[in-house]
């Protein structure tokens, strides 16, 4: 892993690393790799994936309105907002 | 007469008797919670709303429910509504959730007062409580000493007699390890009985809530209140809820108790090896039959956990962006600015490594390699696990390798070493298996942990061993002594 790799992973993940950590970040995400690397040498052909331990479709229900959504109270949580939306900053001139 | 170091089952009989009422219980609790607070196991105190619950319970002669007046702990990754709940996290630091998480709220409806929202590693990502914002939990057996992590302000609370129980959540042992650290116990049920809405996600294959007490009899009582189907949670088990207080004190004659292989065991420091020595030799005498059996992909747990976690907390991070909730950067030039700024600023250190660690493994290119490949591993362990219970009904082994660490001495030169603590934990989570850890004596004056891992919605087979496990022992009644934290 190179820095190259480590600065369009943090592009991806929208994070910035602070230069002065930016070896020691390398270094980790290197071990890491390396730990997960090890996996590479288990026979796993033919093996399906294991996503979900239940192995069960997240179940549906009826689409019901409930108290549970209410604007008002979600708006209020956010940094910046108006009576019907989040405020972000300008995104068209 | 003192609250402290009581059990649910002691507290109950007090209320019942009236020597003590649920105004003057909470009341107790919270100074202790204070007494002790150098420990740091809270961030949030929830001083006023407790006193005014606990004020409306009137004593009856009518037989009261278990929980009812009883003070719990919440750990600070549950939403409480109108209560701040950070995940220690300083991206949270100011966040109020709108609703409560239904574990939290069906603890709640059976009377219990939830009293503080407890301590944790950053959004439940660690070893040792050492990466939440609000700063290291102490162990209460040893200052300066972790106690486990990430529900470590929990155990911590629970070990120092300051609640009888708290709730806490497991990811890969985040429930069952500072349970060991602490000397209290710890159950992280099977995947999918207890609802996980409005628990804060880290990795939702993985996550489960569960209860930390001092006895396995009061895990009972709080599993029977948390468990149940919930609608709001995808995941959620539709299955009979059983009554796992009434299940416990049955024999255990007969019953196939499994050593795994994989583990070499004889590695261990020699002591480690000693109380589980001494542990099998008391379910022997208790009629368990011990056998070896072999689960030959387990020792992968630790990188299939390593590549999964980070993939499904880089996913579900995502949802920090400084828009909705949480911690808005200042000056940010764009929408992507602020987006970087905001989250740069808000995670911590362990954090980012998660999400980066994440991100690449589910990057283009890399996806097949990484996390597919772990999730076919995953598959492998699973099946693992489904034939040795076929001719075992648990699984036992030391909870962690080693006892609680000094602050700062392991994982900060290599975040490897730390990961490794998981190693017999993680594989129940993988497997969405129930496990749970009780005290089984001392290693170098800082408790250990025994876990037994049960095959799929057996909590009620784990409950009853550790039960007896209890009934003939008396690790789990020791206290620290807390001179140091007063």
Request: one cysteine or more; proline letters at 4%; glycine letters at 8%.
């Amino acid at each position: 892993m190179d820095q190259e790799t480590v600065r369009t992973i943090c592009y991806l993940a929208r994070l910035e690393i602070d230069q002065k950590k930016s070896s020691k970040i390398q270094k980790d995400l290197e071990t890491i790799i390396e730990l997960i690397g090890g996996l590479q040498t288990i026979d796993t052909s033919d093996i399906e994936p294991l996503y979900n331990p239940l192995e069960m479709t997240a179940s549906t229900h009826e689409d019901i309105v409930n108290s549970d959504n209410e604007k008002e109270k979600f708006l209020k949580n956010a940094p910046a907002s108006n009576e019907d939306y989040f405020l972000v900053p300008r995104v068209v001139e | 007469m003192s609250i402290q170091f009581k059990s649910i089952v002691e507290l109950r009989g007090m209320l019942d008797e009236k020597l003590i009422s649920a105004s003057e219980l909470t009341q107790e609790t919270l100074q202790l919670a204070t007494k002790y607070q150098e420990l740091n196991c809270f961030v949030t105190m929830n001083k006023e709303v407790a006193t005014k619950k606990a004020s409306g319970i009137i004593p009856s002669d009518e037989i009261s429910s278990w929980l009812e007046g009883m003070p719990l702990a919440q750990k600070d990754l549950f939403c409480t509504k109108g209560l701040r709940t950070t995940c220690s996290s300083k991206i949270l630091a100011d966040f109020i959730p709108p609703y409560t998480a239904t574990a939290v709220e069906k603890l709640e409806d059976a009377g219990a007062i939830t009293i503080g929202k407890t301590n944790m590693d950053e959004f439940a990502m660690g070893s040792s409580n050492e990466t939440s914002f609000f700063g290291n939990v102490h162990n209460p057996w040893k200052k300066g000493y972790v106690p486990g992590g990430s529900s470590g302000g929990s155990a911590a609370a629970v070990a120092a007699g300051i609640v009888p129980a708290a709730t806490g959540t497991d990811t890969g042992g985040s429930i069952r390890q500072p349970a060991a650290h602490c000397g209290i116990t710890g159950l992280k049920p099977t995947y999918g009985r207890v609802s996980r809405w409005g628990m804060i996600a880290f990795a939702s294959s993985l996550d489960q809530a569960g209860p930390l007490a001092r006895t396995a009899e009061d895990c009972a009582i709080l599993l029977n209140s948390m468990s149940g189907y919930d609608l709001k949670d995808t995941t959620s088990l539709n299955s009979d809820v059983p009554d796992f207080l009434a299940n416990i004190n049955q024999p255990i004659d007969g019953v196939k108790i499994g050593i795994i292989k994989e583990f070499n065991l004889g590695e261990l420091d020699s002591e480690v090896q000693a109380r589980f020595e001494e542990s099998k030799r008391m379910y022997e005498k208790l009629g368990a039959q011990f056998v070896e059996v072999s689960l030959p992909n387990i020792s992968a747990s630790v990188p299939t956990y390593y590549s999964i976690a980070p993939a499904e907390c880089s996913s579900n991070l995502s949802r920090f962006d400084g828009v909705r909730f949480g911690h808005r950067a200042e000056n940010a030039d764009d929408l992507n600015d602020l987006y970087i700024k905001s989250r740069s600023e808000g995670f911590g250190d362990e954090v980012k490594r998660r999400i980066l660690i994440g991100t690449y493994a589910l990057s283009a290119g890399y996806y097949d390699a990484y996390y597919k490949k772990a999730q076919q591993v995953r598959r492998l362990i699973k099946n693992d696990f489904d034939h040795v219970f076929q001719s075992v009904d648990i699984l036992m082994t030391p909870t962690s390798p080693n006892t609680a660490f000094k602050f700062g001495s392991k994982g900060t030169q290599n975040p490897v070493e730390l990961y490794l603590e998981d190693l017999f934990t993680i594989s129940s989570n993988l497997a969405g298996l129930p496990a749970i850890s009780i005290p089984h004596g001392q290693v170098n004056s800082l408790p250990a942990g025994l876990q037994l891992i049960g095959n799929f919605l057996k909590e009620d087979q784990l409950l009853n061993a550790a039960h007896l496990f209890q009934k003939n022992s008396d690790f789990h009644l020791s206290q620290p002594n807390l001179e140091d934290f007063s």
